[in-house]
């Protein structure tokens, strides 16, 4: 993007009161702590802002990108024209057993807040990132070989399409979840509402708490990851395979899999994008050539 165009997108954030930065060094902005600038990062406070922001980018023919906590992220190009952040459109309310959440709250928060109501979302302890980026990549957990994922809970969403700026509510029979999986596309998701079934309050804040020490027990919270690198395929555990084709301790540069968990791959402090994508690129070739599985990536990557 030219200084001209920025230096306009400035005045226009000014003139519209949306909080804008120039050049912006991604990395703290993800958990894996690797990242290339945002030329232009808004941080709209409303939908309404949201979706003017959206405008000016379809008016400018810039598909922006969407940062929610950056849980799910590699960010591998060095120079993003427009980044959306959805941090500041954070606000959600619980009222019966309906939670109506913008896209940039905390899950987290959620979660806990929902438990303590005596709401059972208590499957969904130890997810980070946002509601939006949960509900657009469908995300979840397995207990007991039963899978869990937002999803499940979802009655309506409200999008602004990146392509058009419009405004659209989706219904639940609208939406095609799947394993990972929102089906939306173009969409950056603004609001959710979810429907979740009551329990006995004490009951649920036991399970939330005994869910979130297993998930800590056997996932490497503490290191700087962007959680599972690759899905399951059906059937199958990712870690099992990078076990079995003897991957558990591949490691270029600063960036290794994880010595805990071995779908996660850790940045152990300076390590770049390109050494990630070194170590995915030996983990998909590798067990490709052992057993004919080609590993599907489940984080994003800008
Ligand atoms: N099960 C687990 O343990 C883990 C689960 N995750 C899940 O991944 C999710 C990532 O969330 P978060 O950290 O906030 O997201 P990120 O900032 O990591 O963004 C990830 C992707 O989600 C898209 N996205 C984010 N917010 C929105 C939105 N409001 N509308 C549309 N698309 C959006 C972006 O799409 P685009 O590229 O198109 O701009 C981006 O590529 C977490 O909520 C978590 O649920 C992550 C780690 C571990
Ligand atoms: C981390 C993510 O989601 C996770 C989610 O947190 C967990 C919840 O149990 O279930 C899936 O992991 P998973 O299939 O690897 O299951 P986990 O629960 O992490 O591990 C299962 C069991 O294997 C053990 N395990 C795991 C990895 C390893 O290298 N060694 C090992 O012994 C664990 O200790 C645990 O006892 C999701 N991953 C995918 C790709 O579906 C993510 O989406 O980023």
Known sequence: MNEKLKKHMGSWSQN?????????????????YIGGKAQVLFTPTNIEQMQQCIELCTKWQIKPKILGKGSNLLIATQQIPVVIATKNLCGYKIQDNIIIAHSGASLAIVVRKAVFDGL???????????????????????INNELYAIGDFVEEVKTVSLCDAKMKRWQRSEMEFAYRSSGL???????????IPRNE???LIAS?????RKKSATQPYKNKSAGC???????????KLI??????????????VSPQHANFIINKGNGCAQDVLQVIANIQQRIYEEFGIRLVLEIQIW
């Not at 059972?120 to 469908?138: C, D, F, H, M, Q």
């Not at 939330?208 to 979130?212: G, H, V």
């Not at 076990?243 to 290794?256: C, R, T, Y």
């Open 229 to 239: 690198i690759f899905r399951n395929p059906p059937q199958l555990s990712a870690w």
């Open 120 to 142: 059972s979302l208590e499957k969904l302890v130890g997810i980070p990132g946002t509601v939006g980026g949960a509900v657009y990549g469908n995300a979840g957990t397995k």
């Open 201 to 203: 309050r004490q009951f």
């Open 16 to 32: 519209h009161g949306i909080p804008i930065a120039f050049d912006v060094d991604l990395r703290k902005f993800t958990y894996f």
């Open 208 to 212: 939330w708490k005994e869910l979130a």
């Open 243 to 256: 076990h079995q084709a003897k991957l558990a301790e591949l490691s270029v540069g600063d960036i290794m």
């Open 185 to 195: 596309c173009d969409e950056l998701i603004v609001e959710v509402q979810m429907k």
